[in-house]
């Protein structure tokens, strides 16, 4: 290499340090005035009057299953008792091979009926529609299997009588007054077309007729990393791109959202494997384009709880098949990167996602190939070498360490000191082997995009622990 | 090197990273501190308010049963803690009614200026606060002051106002809250009817009359509309029927205004009803189909609807079957074939 090969690396050093540092500061610091904020609003309003209040927007809460057979009963049960007064669960089973609907149907007195589509959506065949005999607020669809959840969505979509529904995953236990938190912007901003919910772990937590009873760190130390990344991930990260109005994903797992502007764009893409992430920048692209004032909002309050992998194995596919859905999106909306008719979302959020989220782990992954090379060359100054090293590390932890801080500060979520404890080793721990697995995962994520995979892989579920 | 990149000396290089790497590190020991402290000062908050709680729920309920005099109720109260006794009386006065709650709002009378004085804060939220407190807890509802607050530049602070008036008895309260509708152009539909709605019948003539004035704009119009509904407030099947022949009426008022007359209307309002039967907008023809179904008066409008049953959207078609006890037809298949193999639905 020659000198002036060696400047431009140093500079290029830089210029990633000072991303990153920016990045990190600036997310961290909008997070922390989010919350802020939240904090006085939710002093300041109860969700028992807006409960109250004689007219809520009616919700179908989607919930697409499929070989869910043992948390089926545990999570409808919990979408039943969920607070609303105005809703209905739609379960669409897609095609499962396990006894999905025979537990439903045992669980639930399911009777045959007709339910037609309200709109005209592209879906796999829908084989029967159930009612509950014992709870009328729950309709069943059994559909054939559609290759993913964006076909079992749509089904359920194209089913969906109210002007707001829900998008969950078959596992997800809506905190009981979820519903009525992420509701709110819908009822405060005409404008709001979809609305965020903070999906939380609930592996090692006591769950009680489908109701998260005691809020614990998990056992397995798989999860507990999980747990830490979704605290990173939701209580700073969406919360910050959130309060600058350039928010580009609206978790499926906990999505609220205007039934006629997702049905004007044709529903899900099952084209793609992140297609919660792709609706929403298709929303953001739709709405510019068209001139219509739109906004997409997060409500951090509002809790789903979801089970995460245990095992290294379905880890990794679900980071492989998550990195895989966002190489797809990203290039399929090149066209809003720094474009400026697309607002905040096409000059701040989508650059983000380019720069830090997908080329992150490249970059991350090019420096440890790198520095072991430049190490074994003899060609690099070793103490700058691993001081840097040790900077990365430090910025990493500091960004998780800030995420716990805000959680503390804005929910309190897990309230006992040893968890908190845990979640700050955790955000040092996990330097050390976790992160560099996640890397690995979401390269073969890039590679499988390239060799355009389209398998979602196969997720275990082992069931919520009851008390 | 190319021209135009600055040297960067490993020195210099390794002394910003060596800074940056102690200021991270003292982040971190910083922010882990705060983490620790406020889940401790959480912690620690939790238990006051437990104390506190114990120790005025007794005099709230020996308050509410009339065995202590609502004067005596807030003596002795420091000055730090008025925030946090205005936010425990606010979460009773939510549920109570009537005389208990007039005793509740006496009892809070002492407290109300400190709530005043927040309504000039810089926060909104503090201010919605305090307009929430001012509105559940006054003797009498401050119309004016809600009025004020109803124009505040925070729509949330404006929506709690709203809400206030809502739920007060005072006769003014209506109109109040109907001077000032258009603030609430922004606000979902269904979430100002409801609060329009809350008012209850004696709020019926003033929101026709908001109704049909010329200067209200269509959200407000449409919410209206829709706490006449709501409320059956039959009163307003005239002018809501004279509303449809003004001329550039935009078409979620006039779909709005069918609806109504579906639940409200007679004979006179069926004949304004029939033209939109024929209207080339399928959603205005869905909504006077089942408004006609539900008001019909002659045999020309049966005829009428069994001639919807064969218009071309299924949704009409639906909506006059429904209305004439027939079989619903059921819309096209999803437009994707099935899978071989597949029975379709």
């Not at chain 2, 009817?193 to 010329?214: E, K, Q």
Request: proline share 6%.
């Amino acid at each position: 290499m020659t000198p002036s090969l060696f400047h431009l690396v140093d500079w290029a050093v830089l210029g990633f340090v000072a991303l990153v540092v920016g990045h990190y500061l600036v997310g961290s610091g909008l997070a922390l005035a989010a919350l802020l904020q939240l904090r006085g609003r939710l002093s300041s309003s109860s969700i028992e009057e807006l409960a109250s209040a004689a007219t809520l927007p009616p919700i179908t809460l989607l919930v697409p299953m499929y070989n869910e057979g043992v948390v089926a009963v545990e999570a409808v049960h919990a979408l039943l008792g969920v607070e609303y007064p105005t809703k209905e669960v739609l379960v669409i089973d897609d095609g499962s091979t396990d006894d999905t609907v025979a537990r439903l149907h045992e669980a639930f007195d399911l009777e045959e009926v007709v339910r037609p589509p309200m709109a005209d959506i592209p879906h796999a065949p829908v084989r029967t529609a159930y009612h509950s005999r014992t709870r009328p607020e729950l309709w069943v669809l059994s559909k054939a299997n559609g290759g993913g959840k964006a076909d079992a969505v749509n089904a359920g979509l194209a089913h969906a009588r109210t002007p707001l529904f829900c998008m969950l995953d078959g596992d997800s236990l809506l905190a009981r007054d979820a519903l009525l938190r992420a509701v709110r912007p819908f009822l405060d901003d005409a404008e709001t077309v979809a609305v965020g919910g903070t999906v939380g772990i609930v592996n090692g937590s006591r769950v009680r007729h489908g109701r998260v009873e005691e809020l614990r760190m998990p056992t397995s130390w798989l999860a507990r990393f999980q747990v830490l990344e979704y605290v990173r991930a939701f209580s700073a990260a969406r919360t910050a791109w959130d309060h600058v109005g350039a928010l580009l994903i609206v978790s499926g797992a906990f999505g609220l959202f205007r039934r006629d502007a997702v049905v004007a764009l044709g529903g899900l893409d099952d084209d793609t494997v992140g297609e919660d992430m792709e609706l929403i920048l298709r929303l953001h692209r739709t709405l510019r384009e068209a001139g219509t004032p739109y906004r997409i909002g997060y409500a951090p309050d509002a809790v789903s709880w979801t089970e995460c992998p245990e095992s290294l194995a379905v880890l990794g596919r679900q980071r492989d098949r998550w990195h895989r859905g966002l190489a797809q999106i990203l290039w399929r909306h090149r066209r809003m990167l720094f474009n400026p008719r697309y607002g905040k979302a096409g000059l701040l959020g989508f650059p983000a996602y380019v720069f830090v989220e997908f080329l992150g782990p490249v970059v991350e992954a090019l420096g440890y190939v790198g520095l072991a090379v430049l190490l074994a060359l003899g060609m690099v100054d070793v103490p700058l070498a691993l001081l840097l090293l040790a900077l990365a590390v430090a910025l990493g932890v500091a960004q998780s360490v800030a995420a716990v801080a805000l959680e503390q500060l804005a929910f309190r979520r897990y309230t006992r000191l040893r968890d908190v404890l845990l979640l700050l080793f955790l955000s040092v721990a996990e330097n050390v082997g976790y992160r560099q697995l996640t890397v690995w995962w979401r390269l073969k994520g890039i590679v499988s995009y390239f060799r355009k995979t389209t398998s979602w892989g196969v997720m275990t579920r082992t069931g919520f622990q009851t008390s | 090197m190319p021209p135009g990149v600055p040297d960067v000396s490993e020195h210099a290089l390794a002394e910003l990273a060596t800074a940056l790497a102690w200021a991270s590190l003292a982040f971190v020991a910083l922010v882990a501190l705060v983490a620790v402290g406020l889940n401790r000062w959480a912690w620690w908050a939790e238990r006051r308010r437990a104390a506190r709680e114990a120790r005025w729920t007794p005099r709230l309920l020996a308050l509410l049963d009339g065995e202590l005099a609502p004067e005596a109720f807030a003596s002795g109260l420091r000055r730090r803690q008025r925030a946090d006794m205005l936010r425990f009386l606010v979460t009773y006065a939510i549920r109570l009614r009537a005389a208990d709650r007039q005793r509740l709002a006496k009892a809070a009378t002492p407290l109300l200026p400190y709530a005043r004085e927040r309504l000039a804060s810089w926060s909104p939220e503090r201010r919605a606060f305090a307009v929430r407190a001012l509105g559940l807890l006054s003797v009498r509802t401050p119309l004016v002051t809600l009025g004020a607050a109803l124009r505040d530049p925070s729509r949330r602070v404006a929506l709690t106002a709203a809400r206030a008036l809502a739920q007060s008895r005072s006769p003014r309260a209506p109109h109040v809250m109907l001077s000032a509708l258009s603030r609430f152009g922004g606000a979902h539909t269904a979430n100002v009817a409801s609060l329009l709605a809350s008012f209850g019948l004696r709020a019926g003539a003033p929101i026709t009359a908001a109704l049909v004035h010329p200067r209200t704009d269509a959200r407000a119009r449409v919410a209206a509309v829709e706490a006449l509904r709501q409320l059956s407030y039959v009163p307003a099947a005239g002018p809501a029927r004279a509303l449809l022949d003004r001329p550039g009426l935009d078409l979620e008022t006039t779909a709005a205004v069918l609806r109504l007359l579906a639940g409200v209307g007679g004979a006179r309002e069926a004949a304004a009803v029939r033209p939109f039967v024929d209207s080339p907008d399928d959603v205005l023809r869905i909504h006077a189909v089942g408004a006609l179904g539900r008001l019909q008066c002659g045999p020309e409008d049966a005829v009428r609807l069994r001639r919807a049953l064969r218009d071309p959207n299924v949704w009409v078609a639906r909506q006059a079957a429904e209305t004439l006890g027939q079989p619903v037809p059921r819309p096209a298949p999803p437009r994707r074939q099935p899978a071989p193999g597949e029975v379709p639905s």
